[in-house]
Structures are given as structure tokens and as C-alpha cells.
């Protein structure tokens, strides 16, 4: 009974809010110590500093029409195109992007994995109100570290139609030392195709399993995809049951395997790749055929480098990765982990002459070794400095399919209890997943440091798995830490980080 109770106040939230949760931060905050927060209005200017370079740039977030190889699908983007234009800056510059709504909802940007200031952080209701359809909204911050980054909207599922866009940092003392870079965003569509993200939140909301995209849950996923594809149970095999929903098409910059983006470089050199997984639903185990790939960087942060014939990549996470190019047409593919609908996501990495791989490409690397990034170990540089935590704070991620409710610390956002932190102290979060999915938990505002020292800002949580996440609270403000399973997070798998006096 009581979960019924859970599962119609979720969804009562998402009738008035459009967010489920987000609505309630601002009504609950008032008990806590910090002012209670209803109304922001317009943004405060700020300035950057004297010699302080400055980037500016306007982005239109608007609604669209994308062609995934001869289907047209309309869908919400920003500008014209999907993935939408490429940010980028030099670590240390002041970004000024003005955001200009023309969808008929209101929305948000937040900039993913930067530690900026709280007023740009982009989450309605904490740092800021939406912005309305027809007004626009001026963010301004300063991206202090180097990486591969993304942007995407705040509100409800947005995050699952077009609404994001590559934002890379680049480190002004950066070695180099590669000859190309390729930047490839990956993603599960399901917009326009008959269905809408909305109307897929909706259904699982109502645990309406039985229609629409959906994919079974638990067991019966599991079941389906043993008799149908073995390949895909054992890749599937550290993360259990990986996602909700069965998606229609996966694409590397936009473009799904039947109409491929061709990447261009010259055998022999050395390309960089910067990957980001957009997706809302999917982890995806990624690889490029007849090659190893070098791993660099994890969330922007440098590691030891690290070769693999693939690499799984959460939602919300960033690898980079070096390759030295062979001499042809290859593959590169992004195969989703434990989908019962199967495809794939590719591209076609291409030096020289010869036919291109086929969509249903699939390299022998993908059964190689396949690398879990928390197993990186950190570069030295990237290492927090040595120290023993000020203070504890737990966080256990909880919920279930059936009802579709989800939550941290034992509740839905805006009925859980915010974590607290003193600016200053190290935080160490023992972090638990006592459900039987895997969740990408991301942090907002800072960057924390695994067991091992691997600095990371989303990390996947396989079932039942448990690690400490230790984190320097010297972001003043107030933050979301919420699985990057957007369905999740509007399903209640979110929470706030305060700072108290
Ligand atoms: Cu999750």
C-alpha cells in the first residue's frame, strides 16, 4: 500500500512541476538552515576578472527535425542540428552563453561536470527558476579544469530528446602530442519515432510494462535476452539490469549506423578521442575495430594510461582515449549493454581506401578485454590531496521497478533528507546500491575521488555494490547528486547537497 502511496505523489508531482521532486526542493527548503529559496529571478551579472578571457555564445534551444538516415523525427535541439554546437573555452575562462527558450516548456542548462558557481549550475528550483518559452537566460561562470565535458537541460526528461552539445575545456598545458581529434557523442532515441520521452516517463510511472518502448524488467529482460542474443547477456554481466526503456536507434553525432558520420585522419597518426555518453537509458561498451585504445582521461581527469580493446561508458560519463590509426575503414562502434531490443551505435573511422563496415558491424574487440573506467588508477596530478575526512554522510540508492519508484536514502527527492557539508571539509559519502540496477551517480559542483584516487564526477554503481566517494567541499552552494538514468532521477533518485554554517 504504501508504495502505491509513493508512486502517486511521483506522479502527481510530475502533473504540476513537469519534474517530479524539483517542484518540492523549494517548498521543503525553507525547514533547513539556509533562506528559503522560491523565486530567483533574473540572474545576477558577474564579471570576470581583469585579463580574464572571455567566451560568449548564444545558444537557441528550440524545436527541430532530425534525419536518422531518411526518417525524419522532430525533436528539440539546440540551434539546428544534433548534437548541438560545439562549446568550447581554455581552462580558465569566463563563459557568457545566453540561453534563448523557443520550446513550448520551460528549461535549463546544466553544464556537466564543471565546478562552477551555484548560481550557473542550471537545476530550477535550487539554483535557479526555469526559464520560461519566449525568455531567455544568461549564464556566466568561470570552468576552472581542463576536460571532456557536455551541457544538456535540467528539467524532466529534455535531457532524452536533442538538448545537448559537446563542451570541451582545453588545458592550456596540454602536451598534445596527437595529430587529430574526433569528438563523439553518443546517445538511445527514442523521440519522434511515435514516442516521447515524456510519454515514456508516463508509462513507467504507471509500471505500464507491457506497451510502448518499454523493455521488461528484472528477470524477464534477462530471460529474453539469453534466448535471443548471448553476446549481449555477457556483456551485460557486470551490471545486472542495465536499463528501462527499449530504444529504436543509437547515434554517434546524431547519426545512426545506416548513415554514419565518417571520421577522417591519415594512417599512422595519433587521434584523440573525446567520448560522452548522452544517452538517458544506456550504458554502452564501446570499441574501434582493429584497434587498442589508449585511455587517457575519465570525467576530464587525467589517468595512467591505460590500454583496452573496449571500455563500457555510463550515462553522464566522459572518456578520452589515444589511438594510432591503421591504414582503412573501421568500425567504430558503441554496442548498448543489456538492451533486449538490441542495435548498436557506430561510426566509420576512415584513413583510406575500402568499403565501409556495415551497421551491423561488430568488431572483435568488443569481446576483448573490456575495461570498467573505476578500475582506472588516477595520474598523479589528478590526485586529491592526502587527507582524512572532517565528516561522514551516507547515501544508498534505493527503488524498484515495479512500482517504478525511486530514491535515495530510502526516499524520493524532496521527501529525503539533504546531505550536509561544511565548506572546507573533506566529505567522505559511503555509497551503497541496494537496488538490482546499475545507476551513474553524479555530483554536481565538484569532483570526488574514488577508493583508488581516480578523480571521476558520475561513476556507475553496479547491484548491490558499495564504495566510499570522498569529496573537498569548496564549492559554496547548494547541489544535486542524483543518478544520470534521467528516468531515475524524475522516477525520485536525487538528492541535495547543502553547505551549512
Ligand atoms: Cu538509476
Redo the contacts with the bound molecule.
Keep these: 500500500m504504501g508504495s502505491i502511496t509513493r508512486r502517486g505523489l511521483l506522479i502527481g508531482g510530475l502533473g504540476t512541476a513537469g519534474a517530479a521532486g524539483l517542484g518540492t526542493y523549494a517548498a521543503t527548503k525553507g525547514s533547513g538552515a539556509s533562506a528559503p529559496k522560491g523565486a530567483f529571478g533574473a540572474p545576477t551579472p558577474v564579471s570576470p576578472d581583469p585579463g580574464q578571457t572571455v567566451v560568449t555564445k548564444s545558444l537557441t534551444a528550440k524545436p527541430i527535425t532530425l534525419d536518422l538516415a531518411g526518417r525524419t523525427v522532430s525533436t528539440w535541439g539546440y540551434g539546428d542540428a544534433v548534437p548541438g554546437p560545439l562549446l568550447r573555452a581554455t581552462a580558465g575562462d569566463f563563459l557568457r552563453v545566453t540561453l534563448d527558450n523557443q520550446l513550448p516548456d520551460e528549461t535549463t542548462i546544466h553544464w556537466h561536470g564543471i565546478r562552477l558557481r551555484n548560481p550557473a549550475d542550471g537545476v530550477p528550483g535550487m539554483t535557479q527558476d526555469p526559464v520560461k518559452p519566449e525568455t531567455s537566460y544568461v549564464y556566466e561562470f568561470t570552468a576552472p579544469d581542463p576536460g571532456t565535458y557536455f551541457f544538456h537541460p535540467h528539467v524532466g526528461v529534455q535531457l532524452d530528446r536533442g538538448l545537448y552539445a559537446p563542451l570541451i575545456i582545453d588545458d592550456p598545458n596540454e602536451p598534445g602530442g596527437y595529430d587529430a581529434e574526433w569528438v563523439l557523442v553518443l546517445d538511445d532515441w527514442i523521440d519522434g519515432t511515435g514516442t516521447t520521452p515524456e510519454q515514456v516517463l508516463e508509462k513507467l510511472l504507471a509500471n505500464d510494462s507491457g506497451s510502448g518502448g518499454m523493455g521488461g524488467m528484472g528477470g524477464m529482460d534477462h530471460g529474453e535476452m539469453g534466448g535471443m542474443n548471448h553476446g549481449a547477456m555477457d556483456e551485460a554481466e557486470p551490471w545486472g539490469d542495465a536499463g528501462d526503456v527499449t530504444y529504436p536507434h543509437f547515434l554517434i553525432n546524431g547519426r545512426p549506423p545506416a548513415d554514419p558520420e565518417t571520421l577522417r585522419a591519415k594512417a599512422g597518426q595519433k587521434v584523440r578521442l573525446r567520448i560522452i555518453n548522452a544517452a538517458s537509458d544506456t550504458i554502452f561498451t564501446v570499441a574501434l575495430g582493429g584497434h587498442r585504445m589508449t585511455i587517457t582521461h575519465s570525467d576530464g581527469f587525467p589517468v595512467e594510461p591505460t590500454e583496452t580493446d573496449a571500455f563500457y561508458i555510463g550515462m553522464g560519463e566522459r572518456y578520452d582515449a589515444i589511438v594510432t590509426l591503421g591504414d582503412g575503414a573501421f568500425p567504430l562502434v558503441a554496442k548498448p549493454v543489456g538492451k533486449a531490443g538490441g542495435g548498436q551505435a557506430m561510426a566509420v573511422a576512415r584513413t583510406g581506401s575500402g568499403a565501409a563496415p556495415g551497421g551491423d558491424a561488430s568488431p572483435r574487440e568488443l569481446t576483448g578485454r573490456v575495461l570498467i573506467g573505476s578500475d582506472l588508477r588516477p595520474a598523479q596530478a589528478a590526485k586529491l590531496p592526502s587527507r582524512r575526512p572532517d565528516a561522514t554522510a551516507r547515501l544508498t ?1 534505493t ?1 524498484s521497478m515495479q512500482p517504478y519508484a ?1 530514491g535515495m536514502n530510502g526516499a524520493p527527492f524532496g521527501k529525503n533528507e539533504p546531505l550536509t557539508v561544511r565548506a572546507g571539509q573533506r566529505l567522505r559519502i559511503n555509497a551503497t546500491n541496494m ?1 538490482m ?4 551517480v553524479h555530483v554536481h559542483g565538484h569532483t570526488f575521488a574514488l577508493p583508488s584516487g581516480l578523480r571521476k564526477d558520475t561513476v556507475l554503481m553496479a547491484p548491490m555494490q558499495s564504495f566510499a566517494i570522498d569529496l573537498d567541499a569548496d564549492n559554496e552552494g547548494d547541489w544535486m547528486i542524483h ?3 534521467i ?3 524524475e522516477g525520485g ?1 536525487m538528492i541535495a547537497l547543502e553547505y551549512i554554517a
Design positions: 540508492l527503488g525511486w537496488t540496477m546499475t545507476h551513474p543518478c544520470h538514468n528516468y531515475h532521477a533518485m
